[in-house]
């Protein structure tokens, strides 16, 4: 009964840290998904607010803080982003188109990697 008992809880805190993992790596793609439709346009020009580059700023403050069961792919492009933002404003992408065609392509790249984590198995399977 303990041995049963002990598994379903190594099961419960599995789940657990696979939830956690995944809140963050959802509410980071959902950001560069933001940030990705403002650089697109549909025949309408599209507002980038300062509250878009300033949410990703307070995302990396917290982040590692957050990042409590150490999901080493979701660091690896968190640090990516932090490299392309690198202190930028709002302002300044706005008004630079070269700065502002940079950011869009590396941002691409981020968004095309979290669609593959996305499509990684969560759990291994052993068939016997």
């Known amino acids: ?8 809880f190594l099961e ?5 840290r696979m939830m956690g ?3 963050l790596r959802e509410e980071f793609a959902s ?3 933001h940030i990705s439709e403002r650089f697109t346009s549909n025949g ?3 507002m980038f607010k300062n509250s878009t580059v300033d949410s990703f700023f307070d995302y990396f403050e917290t982040f590692k803080n ?22 930028t404003s709002a302002d300044q992408i706005r008004s630079d ?8 392509n590396d941002m691409t790249q981020i968004e095309v990697s979290m669609a593959e984590l996305f ?5 291994k399977i052993i068939m016997d």
């Open 66 to 87: 957050r990042n409590i069961f150490e999901d080493q792919d979701l660091s690896e492009l968190v640090e990516k982003a932090q490299g392309i933002l690198n202190g």
């Open 97 to 104: 188109t070269d700065l502002k065609a940079k950011i869009r």
């Open 119 to 123: 499509n990684r198995p969560r759990r």
């Open 21 to 23: 993992i995944n809140a």
């Open 12 to 16: 419960t805190m599995e789940e657990a």
């Open 44 to 46: 309408k020009p599209k």
């Open 31 to 33: 950001m560069i998904e």
């Open 1 to 8: 009964m303990y041995a049963r008992e002990k598994e379903k």
